[in-house]
């Protein structure tokens, strides 16, 4: 089964530092999303990408984010330079389409656990 | 300000039992809402719900949406000590960009 592959799986940075997680989206999607789980806390959405460039982006998504999809395969999450807030599990996503698609596969990768000290 | 709303936040069964999951939503441009699953890292797909009063079955679960009354609703029935997660609510939104809003989470822990 198709999956949704980020690495690394964890990572520890100073803060201050930048760091870039990686994401390798279902090869045959189109939509492409990061979100945020904080310890204990909701699931939430960071910013969604689709034909190149943001199709949204949440209040969280400031401009110490930034998304690029490089060579077409990869998805990269940005944060210039990182705070303690900013320690949280990273999810990469990927959706052929929206709503009413018998093969809509909305589906998430296992997630980079960023902790910033 | 778009919401989603589970309830239990916690829930404490025994193996066999039947649990009943809910989820409110308050959601400018709705678009269908899924549940997730959440063991240890990524929540992984359980259903995914449009219509009004349609329910949809997968083994032992099943859901049901109502869009006049707001709310969904998971049911586990028979439960295994492998049902033991987060179960996670999220609604889709939006004209174009598909995002999910996510509800608190219901902890369920089955006993043996």
């Not at chain 1, 389409?97 to 656990?113: E, K, L, P």
């Not at chain 2, 025994?14 to 999951?21: A, P, Y």
Request: aromatic share 12%; hydrophobic share 35%; with cysteine.
């Amino acid at each position: 089964e198709p999956e949704v592959t980020q690495t690394p799986s964890h990572q520890v940075t100073q803060m201050g530092q930048e760091v870039i997680l990686r994401c390798v989206p279902i090869s045959n999607h189109l939509y492409f999303y990061w979100y945020r789980q904080i310890l204990g806390q909701k699931v939430e959405f960071l910013v969604s990408f689709y034909n190149n460039e943001i199709s949204e982006k949440s209040e969280i998504f400031d401009d110490q984010f930034s998304v690029e999809r490089p060579d077409g395969s990869n998805f990269t999450l940005k944060i210039r330079s990182t705070k303690l807030e900013d320690s949280a599990m990273y999810f990469c996503a990927s959706s052929l389409t929206g709503v009413g698609m018998s093969n809509y596969g909305y589906t998430f990768g296992s997630g980079t656990r960023l902790t910033v000290v | 300000e778009d919401k989603v709303v589970q309830s239990p936040l916690s829930l404490v069964v025994h193996e066999g039992d039947t649990v009943t999951l809910n989820c409110s939503y308050e959601v400018t441009n709705f678009r269908s809402l899924l549940w997730y699953k959440q063991e240890k890292k990524a929540p992984t797909f359980l259903f995914m719900l449009t219509s009004s009063g349609i329910e949809k079955k997968s083994g032992r679960l099943s859901s049901i949406l109502d869009k006049k009354e707001l709310f969904s609703i998971l049911n586990i029935t028979a439960t295994q000590t492998g049902d033991s997660a987060v179960y996670l609510c999220a609604v889709e939104e939006g004209d174009s960009s598909y995002k999910l809003i996510f509800g608190s989470g219901t902890r369920l822990l089955v006993r043996p």
